[in-house]
């Protein structure tokens, strides 16, 4: 890669932009490109490294993120942390407590740039594919999300693997390898070392097949969300009266409970509690103590829950 101008679809370039730089090559590749860019294009741009201390040699991968920017010239900030996994799993924790110190560096419409790529998004749908998603999850990753006070961006997504492998060896970065990407205990890392190794001797370029049938969903979602606010846009704010929507058929009254909580940033609740809420609110005559609730099992969105009150039902986070 000679032109990284495509890194920069979706940013403002007149904002602070943050690299979430953990030392590793994914990490370091963004990192170079976008050095490269601020060179160009005089960004404003300061890398993050996040230490969650779960390895022994955590210290050792600071120290070479902090040497690195220098070299670079880059500000570095650093910072350490305690993984609380509360309940979920470790994985799980040590993103949420990432995107927790991200949203503290965030101000302004500033943005923080992770260095996840085509890979990654097939390993996200394979994963959300066998923990039963639905079509939002299909989806896979987005390219750019509202974190606090800025936004989340992923400017590689386009690029596979084999070619940010080919950059850094271009390149000669200097790059750590992390021994705990090779252990398949995490679900990731299971897809990653021997699911996907397999998938590849059959299918070639899985990984982008996989990523082109994301774009489509993305697409196809945006049409459908346009269309669907546009048609139910009475039903997607404020409580939801019971009368108006029972004169709805039970498919259009969970996509219209979903649709809110999602806009809600709720966990969806599965198939089973989504029939609970439906046996509970419209199929029965509710009542002041009528409520369902529902938590995700990582943790990673808060739960929900709805009760009844005047004849509507209200929707909370849990």
């Known amino acids: 890669m000679k032109d990284f101008s495509f890194a920069l679809n979706n940013l403002d370039i007149r904002k602070k932009i943050f690299i979430a730089y953990s030392g590793g090559i994914d990490s370091t590749v963004l990192l170079h490109i976008f050095h490269s860019l601020s060179i160009e294009r005089k960004l404003s741009l300061e890398a993050i490294h996040i230490n969650h201390n779960l390895n022994d040699k955590s210290d050792v991968w600071a120290k070479h993120c902090k040497v690195e920017c220098k070299k670079l ?11 609380n996994k509360d309940g979920g799993g470790l994985e799980s924790a040590a993103r949420k407590e990432r995107y927790k110190i991200f949203s503290n560096f965030l101000k302004d419409s500033e943005q923080i740039l992770t260095a996840h790529h085509k890979d990654d998004v ?51 970065l200097n790059y750590i390898e992390d021994c705990s990407n090779f ?69 259009i009254i969970k996509e219209i409970i979903r649709f809110r909580l999602k806009e809600s940033n709720i966990a969806v609740p599965s198939q089973k509690v989504m029939n609970e809420i439906l046996k509970t609110f419209i199929d029965s005559n509710p009542g002041p103590k009528s409520i369902v609730q529902w938590k995700r099992s990582d943790g990673d969105q808060v739960g929900g829950l709805i009760i009844y009150r005047n004849k509507s039902i209200l929707i909370q986070e849990n």
């Open 73 to 83: 010239g880059i500000p570095l900030k650093i910072v350490s942390t305690e993984i």
């Open 122 to 172: 097939t390993e996200t749908i394979m994963l959300r594919l066998f923990r039963g998603t639905g079509i939002d999850g299909l989806a896979g990753l987005s390219e750019k999300r509202e974190l606090a006070n800025g936004f989340l961006i992923r400017p590689l997504l386009l690029l596979s693997k084999e070619q940010i492998k080919d950059h850094a060896k271009t390149y000669k």
């Open 183 to 251: 252990k398949d205990e995490q679900d990731r890392n299971f897809i990653r070392n021997k699911l996907l190794p397999i998938i590849d001797t059959r299918w070639n370029e899985a990984s982008t097949r996989i990523s082109n049938a994301s774009q489509i969903t993305k697409s196809k979602l945006k049409i459908y969300n346009s269309l669907f606010r546009s048609r139910y846009h009475h039903l997607l704010s404020g409580d939801l009266n019971l009368k108006e929507l029972r004169s709805h058929d039970k498919e």
